[in-house]
């Protein structure tokens, strides 16, 4: 397997996962600053010309959701993902989608100062965003209660920027106490070493 990445983008998410799951891989490097992700051999891998993106052997996914929902299936013996007939399984699908679809765009909403009508938006609003997680963590320890997933591989990912990088949001205990339950595991340490190492 072959990841595409970038230090100090959305790639550190799934870095996250790959050290989880523990099989080898091959890092590439795409240097954003000087064009590299608009080059023909990489639009052929993402045509979005945006990083992350993994190429396992004729395979190509993009999107670091779709990529990570991609390893943990791939990998069933790293219990990432809930089996098909889980109970759990509905829960986990709507965390990984809910980070792309009504995170993002939240932080997107936020960040760009735009009003939207609540019902108009697919997302809410950020307010209700962070609430729902917030109800959802306080219950914890993890997104789908006692055991952790791909899906905190994501949220945690997102909230990492809200909370620690961007600072949008005034810190809350529940959100605090997760991510450091889920940055504590030595698959995020060693994601993070790589990232800041950049190669
Ligand atoms: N929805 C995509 C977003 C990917 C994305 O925006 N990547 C940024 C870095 S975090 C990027 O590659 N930017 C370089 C560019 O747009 O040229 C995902 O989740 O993978």
């Known amino acids: ?30 240097d954003l600053k000087n064009g590299g992700q608009h080059t023909p051999a990489y639009h052929a891998v993402n045509p979005m010309e945006k990083v992350p993106a993994l190429q396992d052997g004729e395979a190509c996914v993009a999107e670091s959701g779709a990529v990570i929902a991609y390893l943990a299936e791939k990998f069933p013996q790293a219990g990432l993902a809930p089996a098909i007939g889980d109970p759990t399984r509905g829960r986990y699908l709507q965390w990984l989608f809910f980070s792309g ?83 504590s595991r030595p698959a995020f340490q060693r994601a993070l070493k790589i990232d800041a190492d950049g190669v």
């Open 1 to 30: 397997m072959r990841l595409y990445w970038a230090p100090r983008t959305r790639s550190l998410r799934v870095l996250w996962l790959l050290e989880e799951i523990g099989a080898p891989y091959e890092r590439v490097l795409v």
């Open 101 to 183: 679809s009504c995170v993002e765009a939240s932080i997107t909403q936020k960040y760009a100062n735009v009003q939207l009508p609540e019902v108009s938006a697919g997302w809410g609003s950020f307010d209700k965003v962070f609430n729902v997680l917030s109800e959802t963590l306080a219950a914890g320890p993890y997104i789908l209660g006692e055991k952790f997933s791909a899906a905190d591989v994501l949220i945690a990912s997102d909230l990492h920027f809200v909370v620690n990088v961007f600072k949008m949001l005034a810190p809350r205990p529940e959100f605090t106490a997760y991510l450091e339950r889920c940055q």
